[in-house]
């Protein structure tokens, strides 16, 4: 394993949607949101339908200054697309080019479940790490038991010095507890895509995060 970082992240993280489309991507940007990950799932879409989201995703962040846009899953296409950085999981180590995205400049985003995989992902000097789920969720089967509010707390510091994402289950409501066990951004889902109001959902979220 190389001694050579992933490039760090150029802003805070703060309030960080998870969506399933580059139209949401550009949405939650001009509402002010500034991190934000495209998630979308294999099985949902063609490659090439697939391919055009990750594109018009990159795309949309290039557009406004001091956006963080992730790629969830699919590597190959966000380090062709010129991507800003990528997210993936556990399994995606053993798998995916690290090398290939490492020397290409991207920002990579681990997820982590138990101490142990912290300290994997440790190794691979990321640009930040996610913890969760923090409570349960009901948008993806987990084979980890919630993490909690006082597991997290203590979990937070083994990530140091990479920077901490928070996910799982966090509502609106939910999101300074989370923020309070000392992490450096909470990542969302339902809390924006199912939301009533989206715009004004992401506007809360994104000034619940500054409020800390």
Do not use: M
């Given at each position: 394993m190389t001694s050579t970082p992933f490039a760090p992240l150029t802003g805070p993280i703060g309030f960080y949607p998870v969506v399933p489309d580059a139209a949401w991507v550009q949405r939650l940007l001009g509402w002010g949101v500034r991190t934000v990950q495209l998630r979308i799932k294999?099985?949902?879409?063609?490659?090439?339908?697939?391919?055009?989201?990750?594109?018009?995703?990159?795309?949309?962040?290039?557009?406004?200054?001091?956006?963080?846009?992730?790629?969830?899953?699919?590597?190959?296409?966000?380090?062709?697309?010129?991507?800003?950085?990528?997210?993936?999981g556990q399994e995606d180590l053993d798998t995916a080019d690290i090398e290939a995205l490492r020397s290409a400049g991207l920002r990579l985003g681990l997820s982590t479940h138990t101490p142990a995989e912290l300290a994997r992902a440790h190794a691979v000097q990321p640009s930040y790490l996610a913890i969760g789920p923090i409570y349960p969720t009901t948008l993806k089967v987990m084979p980890y038991e919630p993490v909690g509010l006082a597991q997290l707390k203590e979990w937070a510091p083994q990530a140091?010095?990479?920077?901490?994402?928070?996910?799982?289950?966090?509502?609106?409501?939910?999101?300074?507890?989370?923020?309070?066990?000392?992490?450096?951004?909470?990542?969302?889902?339902?809390?924006?895509?199912?939301?009533?109001?989206?715009?004004?959902?992401?506007?809360?979220?994104?000034?619940?995060a500054k409020r800390r």
């Open positions: 294999a099985a949902d879409h063609t490659p090439a339908a697939i391919a055009l989201q990750v594109r018009a995703a990159v795309e949309a962040g290039r557009k406004v200054p001091g956006t963080q846009v992730f790629i969830n899953d699919h590597w190959q296409l966000a380090l062709a697309a010129g991507a800003y950085g990528v997210h993936l140091a010095p990479y920077p901490v994402v928070a996910i799982g289950g966090i509502s609106l409501e939910r999101l300074p507890g989370v923020l309070a066990c000392g992490i450096d951004g909470v990542a969302v889902v339902s809390a924006v895509t199912l939301a009533a109001e989206p715009e004004q959902a992401a506007r809360q979220g994104i000034a619940l």
